[in-house]
Structures are given as C-alpha cells and as structure tokens.
T-cell receptor, first 109, second 116 residues
C-alpha cells in the first residue's frame, strides 16, 4: 500500500458544483497534513493545513479522520479558476512530507 | 520579500551528461529540500539540507548529490543522466526542518529537465 493515495481523477464538474476529494494514508503515526494546489506546469502552492478539528477557508473545507486514516477537501460553489491538481501531503514524523500523486479537477462553464 | 528562486527554468541534456540545478531559499529560511516530479505524479523527496549538511535522503541513487552553501542556497547535481531523470525538479524552503512539519513548504517554480 502506498503511503499516500489519491484518486487521480479527473473530476469534471460544472461551475457552482460542490466537489470533494479524499486522500488515504498508511502511517497511523502521521502528525500533520496539508492540501496543496498545483496549476499545470507550475509549482505546488500551499492551500491549507488540515487539523483534527477541521479547517475552513472560504469555499474550502478540509477535514481529518484519524480512525479511518484519510483527509478530505471539500470545495463549494466551484469556480473556473479552481481547475487544478490538488495534492494531499502527509507528514509521518520525520519532517519529510510525503505527497500523493494529486487529484485533477476540471471546472467547466 | 523574495520567494524561492530556481535556475535555470528549463534545461535539455544528453544521456550520460551531468547537470547542476540551483536554488535560493525564501528570505529568512535556512532549510532546503529537493523534489523530483515526473509527469502525472506527485513530487518525490530527494534530500534535505540544513546547516550545510544533508539531513535526510529519499530513495534516490548516489548519482543525485547536493550541497548547501553558508548563505543557505543549494545545488542539486545529477551525474550520468538517464532518460528517466526527465522531470520537474522542485526546491522547497522552510525555517528549520521542523517548520515544514507545522506550516508546510514554499516551493520554487522548478527546473524542467529534459534528457534526450
């Protein structure tokens, strides 16, 4: 089993839709979690941290489920500009983040 | 506030050649990590430099080596290039290794290496 697994998609949704991505991780001792956004042929950019209590930033909500070892990202009222690849990142305690392969989101008019 | 800068942005090399990629961390950051991102994949950790020493290393062969200078900038060297080394090479900086654990990374825009 890979350390961090994501459905590569693509998720193809209309503007205004709500879409959710999950990411599973194998190391139960993992301590910190992030979502990054990566536009085509660009560098990853930190989108948000994921806390045990959940984390909301505008239209974006991230949650952590330690019992089932997954994190999620919910995007409400999708915009065309949300089209990107969303990378899940997990820190297993070695201070070296492990990246998933990313989930591709395409928002169409 | 200067972000992470990498050079060159693009590079084409021939199999068997050697390449050096450069990274200057974000102002105030002292830790540099290098990642390789193949097309359609997530970034894979190569190694991390802190206080001019390699602190941790991922599952990459010895052909991949690096260096960190007193001003915190860093180089990634790859010897005996293979076609499979073609990828986007990303540099990420943070304040001490532990900070990325808490706050995540700041990435440079990367160097796209093509090996022909």
């Amino acid at each position: 089993r890979k350390e961090v697994e994501q459905d590569p998609g693509p998720f193809n949704v209309p503007e205004g839709a709500t879409v959710a991505f999950n990411c599973t991780y194998s190391n139960s001792a993992s301590q910190s979690f992030f979502w990054y956004r990566q536009d085509c042929r660009k560098e990853p950019k930190l989108l948000m941290s994921v806390y045990s209590s959940g984390n909301e930033d505008g239209r974006f909500t991230a949650q952590l489920n330690r019992a089932s070892q997954y994190i999620s990202l919910l995007i409400r009222d999708s915009k065309l500009s949300d089209s990107a690849t969303y990378l899940c990142v997990v820190n297993g305690g070695s201070y070296i983040p492990t990246f998933g392969r990313g989930t591709s989101l395409i928002v169409h008019p | 506030d200067a972000g992470v800068t990498q050079s060159p942005t693009h590079l084409i090399k021939t199999r068997g050649q050697q390449v050096t990629l450069r990274c200057s961390p974000k102002s105030g950051h002292d830790t540099v990590s290098w990642y390789q991102q193949a097309l359609g994949q997530g970034p894979q950790f190569i190694f991390q430099y802190y206080e001019e020493e390699e602190r941790q290393r991922g599952n990459f062969p010895d052909r991949f080596s690096g260096h960190q200078f007193p001003n915190y900038s860093s180089e990634l060297n790859v010897n005996a290039l293979l076609l499979g080394d073609s990828a986007l090479y990303l540099c990420a900086s943070s304040l001490r290794p532990a900070e990325s654990f808490l706050y995540g990374y700041t990435f440079g825009s990367g160097t796209r290496l093509t090996v022909v």
